[in-house]
Every structure is written in structure tokens, then in C-alpha cells.
């Protein structure tokens, strides 16, 4: 519980609470309204706690399975600090201009992005020696460009599992690709924007640095710690797979040993079985001898089988 105070005493003093003018407001946001002062509707707090809780731990786990989550805001106010955030999580953001397509049209943008890449590695390779001094610049302008949209995105091999959005009402492009690709979605919604559109709604001040800026970085957390949890259990699993080895090496070790002692006590003896060894012993049926006629003595009598 004193967590939870703490928690929303801080959203207090960043001025989460604060959404639009009551013309402007959703009906659909009632449910987080806690009440109206100055025609400006107050944001129950309690909700918005519970809701950021729900959505760090959704993260949390998504985060923890491996899976890759995409932060976006192209509000002037977000840029820089969602931005900062996505980079300190390793993570793809879009904090530019969302490219109409970026998800559902994702390999003619993974075009564009090794075309960046190929760029990038042309101009800094010795082969841009041989380029004209136009040529270059244009080249140069042409990378800047396409890094200034793409380059959150360069290492995003696969879509992501997951978007968070910054004011959903504004990236309403990025929400419709997301759903129509099955992408969970978790949203600032403030009082003018529907909950409903987003999987996980977090309802709050979507325009005021402060408000964005400790939202943002309590998601942040919760995903670096889902993927300190995903590193720690990898190393769990490697000292396991290494005692497995050694247990495994030292067993073919013993069988080796077994296998030369047994050699060396087989050494010498009759490769035949006695088993299936036939009729006179291991060495094959005793032949009897025959005397020869040169033993014969004299005087007896030819019994021998030679010519009468």
C-alpha cells in the first residue's frame, strides 16, 4: 500500500491527473473521470495506478519471453523521451513520422532499411574514395533522411509483439495496423480518446512532459527488469547444460577405461567360443593318427592300404 501512495503521489506532483476541457472529452473515458473543476476533467488517480500496474506487468512478461516491443510518439513533447527510453531497453521505437505500412507492408520497409544500411557502409568503406565530392553529399543527405524515420527501427528484424503509444488518438495509424496484424497495444489515453481502442489503457495526461515522462519510464523499468529475469535464467540454464557435460564426459571416461580393462584381460585367449565351438574343443575335432607303413615292424604282415 505504501508503494501504491508513493506511486501515486508522484503522478500527483507530474500532473497526471490533468485531462482536457470537458467539451472535448470521450464518453467513454467516464469510468476514469474522478470529477470536473474549472470545465477541466480530473483523472482518477487510483484507476491510473492500477492501470499502469497491470500494463508493466503485461510488459514485464512480454519482455521476459524474449519478444520485442515497439514504442511510439511522434508528439513533439515525447519524442526525446520516449526515445532515450526505447534505446535504454533495446527496443524499436518511431518517434519521427510513422511510415504509413510499417507493419503491415514490413518487407518493402525492410527494404528501405538495408538500402540505409548499404549506404551507411558505402561511405565509410576506402571504395568512397572514388566518388565525386556531389556524390557523396547526395548520398549522405540521402541516408540522413531515411535514418531520421528508419533508425529506430534498423534492428528490428521481426514485427514486434507489442506497441506503446503515446496519446493513441494522434498515432491512430499505428493502432490500426496493429490490430489488423493481432499486435497487442498498450496506450496514454487521455480524456478525449477512447479506451476501448487499446488492449491495455493507462488513462492519463498524454501532453505534459512529466506526465509522459514518468509513465514512460515505469513501463521501461518494468521491461528491463522482465529482461534481467529472461538474462538471469540463461545463465541458470548454461551452468546446468556445463555440469551436464562434464557429468556426461566423465561416464564416456569410465566406459573408455571399461572398455580398454576388458581388452586387456581378453588379450591371449582363443578368439573361438566354446559355446559354438564344434565337437573336441576350442581348437576343432582331435583327428586321429594313422601309423604309416614305414613304421611297420618287419616281418608282420601288409595291412596298410598301399598296392597288393
Known amino acids: 500500500m505504501e508503494a501504491n501512495t508513493s506511486l501515486q503521489q508522484q503522478l500527483l506532483d507530474?500532473?497526471?491527473?490533468?485531462?482536457?476541457?470537458?467539451?472535448?472529452?470521450?464518453?467513454?473515458?467516464?469510468?476514469?473521470?474522478?470529477?470536473?473543476?474549472?470545465?477541466?476533467h480530473i483523472i482518477d488517480l487510483n484507476k491510473t495506478v492500477d492501470h499502469l500496474q497491470e500494463s508493466a506487468a503485461a510488459l514485464k512478461q512480454i519482455a521476459k519471453s524474449g519478444k520485442k516491443i515497439m514504442f511510439v510518439a511522434t508528439k513533439k513533447q515525447a519524442k526525446e523521451i520516449v526515445s532515450e527510453c526505447a534505446k535504454r531497453v533495446n527496443m524499436p521505437y518511431a518517434t519521427e513520422r510513422w511510415l504509413g505500412g510499417?507493419?503491415?507492408?514490413?518487407n518493402t520497409v525492410r527494404k528501405s532499411v538495408k538500402k540505409m544500411q548499404s549506404i551507411d557502409k558505402l561511405l565509410n568503406d576506402s571504395s568512397a574514395e572514388s566518388l565525386t565530392k556531389k556524390e557523396r553529399l547526395t548520398l549522405g543527405r540521402d541516408k540522413d533522411k531515411?535514418?531520421?524515420?528508419?533508425?529506430?527501427i534498423a534492428?528490428?528484424?521481426?514485427?514486434p509483439s507489442a506497441l506503446f503509444l503515446v496519446d493513441i488518438?494522434?498515432?491512430?495509424?499505428?493502432?490500426?495496423?496493429?490490430?489488423?496484424?493481432?499486435?497487442?497495444t498498450f496506450g496514454v489515453v487521455d480524456t478525449n480518446s477512447d479506451p476501448n481502442k487499446?488492449?491495455?489503457?493507462?488513462?492519463?495526461?498524454?501532453d505534459a512532459t512529466k506526465s509522459i515522462a514518468i509513465i514512460t519510464n515505469y513501463i521501461t523499468a518494468a521491461i528491463a527488469e522482465g529482461l534481467a529475469e529472461r538474462q538471469a535464467s540463461k545463465d541458470d540454464?548454461?551452468?546446468?547444460?556445463?555440469n551436464g557435460s562434464e557429468n556426461e564426459a566423465r561416464v564416456r571416461r569410465l566406459e573408455q577405461e571399461a572398455q580398454s580393462e576388458g581388452g586387456r584381460n581378453r588379450r591371449?585367449?582363443?578368439?573361438?567360443?566354446?559355446?559354438?565351438?564344434?565337437?573336441?574343443?576350442?581348437?576343432?575335432?582331435?583327428?586321429?593318427?594313422?601309423?604309416?607303413?614305414?613304421?611297420?615292424?618287419p616281418g608282420a604282415p601288409n595291412t596298410g592300404g598301399g598296392a597288393r
Not at 155 to 159: S, T
Open 237 to 242: 540454464e548454461d551452468v546446468v547444460d556445463d
Open 198 to 206: 487499446v488492449d491495455f489503457a493507462i488513462p492519463a495526461n498524454d
Open 268 to 297: 591371449g585367449r582363443s578368439p573361438i567360443d566354446p559355446a559354438t565351438a564344434p565337437s573336441g574343443g576350442p581348437q576343432g575335432p582331435v583327428k586321429r593318427r594313422v601309423p604309416s607303413n614305414n613304421n611297420r615292424r
Open 102 to 106: 510499417m507493419l503491415t507492408n514490413f
Open 155 to 159: 534492428q528490428m528484424g521481426r514485427l
Open 14 to 40: 507530474a500532473g497526471v491527473h490533468f485531462g482536457h476541457l470537458k467539451k472535448k472529452w470521450n464518453p467513454k473515458m467516464l469510468p476514469y473521470i474522478f470529477a470536473e473543476k474549472k470545465g477541466i
Open 169 to 184: 488518438s494522434v498515432e491512430h495509424i499505428a493502432l490500426a495496423e496493429a490490430k489488423r496484424l493481432g499486435i497487442v
Open 146 to 152: 531515411m535514418e531520421k524515420v528508419l533508425g529506430g
